[in-house]
């Protein structure tokens, strides 16, 4: 009879362990994501595509405020005919690549 309560306590006392580890795993990515998380509220960086209206020509640059899908460039001609450039598209990067990748 005593010989069962024993076990009984170790079984609590084991889960317990377990539960204390288990609380800890679990603590500590939650500590890493709140570090990752921050990381990547910084700004990413937006980059606009320019494009000629009249020929291939395209490049890229920083997005600038006022900058959206179809903007026609008045101040901007293109260097190989010398035709006005438009914004192709929009897009970002993350900065945190990497680190991105390795977390899962
Ligand atoms: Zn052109």
Avoid: H, W
Wanted: glycine share 4%; charged share 30%.
């Amino acid at each position: 009879m005593s010989s069962i309560y024993l076990t009984q306590i170790d079984f609590g006392t084991l889960l317990l362990l377990i539960l204390i580890i288990m609380l800890v795993i679990s603590l500590l990515p939650n500590l890493l994501k709140g570090e990752e998380k921050e990381k990547r509220q910084q700004p990413t960086k937006i980059y606009s595509v320019l494009s000629c209206l009249e020929c291939d020509y395209s490049e890229t640059r920083e997005f600038v405020p006022g900058d959206y899908v179809g903007k026609i460039l008045e101040n901007r001609k293109c260097p190989k005919c010398d035709s006005l450039m438009y914004v192709k598209a929009i897009y970002a990067v993350y900065e945190e690549k990497t680190k991105e990748k390795v977390r899962i």
